[in-house]
């Protein structure tokens, strides 16, 4: 059975950003995720953790100014100090958190500039070394351009052959299935091959980006799926309710309780 977090940016919106822990864990999810913390105190955050029994299973490192449009920065040649500076100050989150799992974001760039390119593998290298040091492993997650117009790191096969040639052992893929089926399809196949660099799963509806009950993708074949393969990870639960995050929690019931 796989090990569900709540992501807390998209899940539980009816309440206040700190509320939505009480509310996940009520809901019986035993993990979270969310996009970024740094607008509250890494104590408020751990405190409401450890209030609630919660893991924390992954969050972002900073993306830049996300309400200029900014999604990361790792492939802006010229923002790599700001970015390193942005790492220490999520391993201080980490640390608070016990947060093993971290998510390095691209930025937009175009995917076939030598220099974008050049730029996105030296501060992932960086970044995995830096974030291995503290004993956390970073993830790289393919987005689809549709969602994120522009998103640098917008193709599996790219990531894939990154994490391969730089060979480091904490740095692994984030692989949001509902990303992948926008993108390429043939999620099964994809699981099945790339599970040994699989640091985080996401799951959603397709197209929509609801519950994961409907539309597409065989969710129930998925889940299995990945129990088939032995993964022993988080999924990531990164969709936006269709109604209120309660009432479309019925997929769920069979997996409500199991410890993260
Ligand atoms: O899929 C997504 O959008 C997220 O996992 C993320 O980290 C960036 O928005
Ligand atoms: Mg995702």
């Not at 992501?7 to 950003?17: K, P």
């Not at 640390?95 to 220099?115: F, N, S, V």
């Not at 998103?151 to 994490?163: C, G, H, P």
């Not at 790339?194 to 929509?208: F, R």
Request: glycine share 8%.
């Amino acid at each position: 059975m796989p090990k569900f977090a709540a992501n807390l940016s998209m899940m539980f919106t009816e309440w206040s950003f700190l509320d939505r822990f009480a509310a996940a864990a009520d809901a019986g999810f035993a993990a979270v995720e969310f996009l970024f913390p740094y607008e509250y105190s890494a104590d408020a955050i751990a405190a409401q953790l450890q209030r609630h029994g919660l893991t924390q299973a992954l969050f972002n490192l900073p993306p830049g100014d996300w309400g200029k449009g900014e999604r990361g920065m790792a492939a802006l040649p010229s923002r790599l100090s700001e970015l390193q500076a942005g790492v220490e100050t999520a391993l201080i989150y980490a640390e608070a958190t016990g947060c093993r799992r971290l998510h390095l974001m691209a930025g937009i760039a175009p995917a076939d500039d030598a220099k974008a390119r050049a730029a996105y593998r030296e501060a992932v290298a960086w970044t995995a070394g830096r974030v291995g040091e503290a004993g956390r492993t970073l993830v790289l997650e393919p987005i689809n351009g549709r969602d994120m117009p522009g998103y640098f790191l917008n193709d599996f096969a790219y990531a894939e052959a990154l994490i391969t040639e730089l060979a480091l052992p904490n740095l692994r893929l984030q692989f949001d299935i509902y990303h992948r089926a926008i993108m390429h399809g043939d999620v099964t196949m994809a699981l099945r091959r790339l599970m040994p660099m699989i640091g985080h799963i996401q799951i959603a509806s397709v197209p929509s980006r609801h519950e994961p009950d409907a539309e597409e993708v065989n969710y129930p074949f998925l889940l299995a799926e990945l129990d088939r393969l032995g993964y022993d990870g988080f999924v990531g639960c990164e969709y936006r309710p269709a109604g209120h995050t309660v009432d479309g929690l019925g997929w769920f019931k069979p997996h409500r309780g199991i410890l993260a």
